[in-house]
């Protein structure tokens, strides 16, 4: 592995924070190749009428460039 | 939404950072209204004889303030 | 508890960050007395061909000095 | 001044950061007395159909406790 | 909106801060389909002969992705 | 201990500044009840004709919310 | 350019956060020569009887030192 | 002084900050050899029934490893 | 220069830190046209059986958008 | 008060943090004219031979400029 | 991999921050089995009579914890 | 060493960040006396035509004030 690139994306989810942080890499999986692990690096949640309707986790996620 | 307020809360649970995000939550909506979600800011466990005995977080919780 | 000490470690698990934070607590009771708690710093999911393989957590041990 | 509370609030307006500011000062006098100050943390827009809606601040206001 | 992702442009004017994230959030929609927003996270001024010549802002632009 | 609050407050003394601590901690507990402690976020000393006339400190206070 | 100086100065305006850069841009001309930026790191307001009376920023001043 | 490590440590004292320091030192020395200096991070007050029973430091030790 | 862009890459060398620097840059000017700079924001190595086999830097790279 | 600086000192004392920042600020007084604050933003302890033989301080010192 | 530890260290040399780097490395697989790598947290230099004399680093050095 | 003041710096190399913060010091020199060390804060690249044409640095430079 000689050069990567990190690419930041939020991803939500209605079950929890582990739900979303896989919902964020499968959708990473469509358009970048090479995928290797993220960083979780913010947690939220999104509220309403009292109750939370999503869990969002903003992840730096990383993807090894072809040479 | 014009004006909302922050206000910084600890919750924990014996059971997942999860339940006490959820736990946190419910009480806000107690004395808070039109909580509209939350940062979560720190992740914390609390060890008696060996065992983890509550998942604490500290969360930023934001609600909306009538006009 | 009059003076205690912080030390750094990572620990992974193929389930769940949480799995990996009660991972990380156990092997450090093995070597270490008197832990009384953790704080998880940093959440991080490793991928391999496209699947989520491990979640790993940097966490701060707490544990309390004999007298 | 001896002792002086520090709120965190976020304010918009569909003008400018600086009008976000003034409308979060005002807002902040109808229910605290004696604010003396803010420190503006955090600058974001909000867009929508590729124009900007909203400029919103998140601000820390201080205000004085009386004896 | 379920994945969105998060990029970092910085953007100049003669003019003023808020001209400078008007003129980022233009240019960004020629290519970027979807912008909801983004947060201005470093004010500079670039100065010749004693006058201010620019106001720089770095932005991180959100832009929802398509299922 | 459940879901407790964390509200920040700024103390002054013309002291030092542990006397700003106790100076705010006895402000708080007029307001709030089940103060559980503080964090010190923050030192400064107000300076007036060359000498300090003020050590203020900024502070977490937390406090327990009842059930 | 071969080596530059960062010095810190606080400015202030009853117009706008521009304003007071623009200021403190101008001041620092007075002193220093080369000027050739400033990043503005903090953002405050001074509010008295519920009405913003100074707009200050912290700016970081950049100057180039002859050879 | 070729190589030293850094350990994290957290003290308390009923009386000051700086009697938690060196409290820490002084418990530091009992196990480490060659403490160089310390660099303290955290001040934290325990407050129990409206008083504060125990002044809190955490401190990153350095000491000099033997050649 | 008007609006430019601002990517993160990891690059890698088994000679040194500045030659991962090189390498980076050269990595990017393969796929990005106008690269103006690149900001080094984290430097690590990578030991294997006690011995530093890749020195890994994390840059900010930036690029100038095309009018 | 319409322009200040900021210059960054440290101060050393064998006695203690307080008495370390009223000797920056003695210092800081012989050289700078109207002195109005300064934030205490590191404290150190030296140690020699088991103890504690300075109290250091690294301070932002804030001081107007004349018109 | 499953848990780790992380220690801080510094380690200096009169050549170079890579030699600085290199000689930390050695020094910790004396003591330490199964080093995996190190993040550099800061570089520092150190002058006497106008030169630079020691080469300064302070890194968290990753290694495994056997089973 | 009783009080020192701390400066920051930036300084440009064709060649590397050490021949930069070589050069940064040997400026320093120039104008400040008992230049003590300093803290390389930030590592810069500048990029023309696809090459690395200067290494910068920011430093935080420490002199020792006479007495």
């Known amino acids: 592995m000689s050069v990567a690139r990190v690419t930041t994306i939020t991803a939500r ?3 929890s924070f582990e739900d979303a942080v896989r919902h964020g890499i499968e959708r990473s999986n469509e358009t970048l190749r090479n ?3 993220a960083w979780v690096k ?3 949640v999104i509220v ?3 109750a939370i309707t999503e869990w969002q986790v903003t992840m730096e996620v990383t993807f090894v460039l072809d040479d």
Chains 1, 2, 3, 4, 5, 6, 7, 8, 9, 10, 11, 12 share one sequence.
């Open 13 to 15: 989810s209605s079950v």
């Open 35 to 37: 995928v290797s692990g």
């Open 42 to 44: 913010e947690n939220q």
């Open 48 to 50: 309403s009428d009292g």
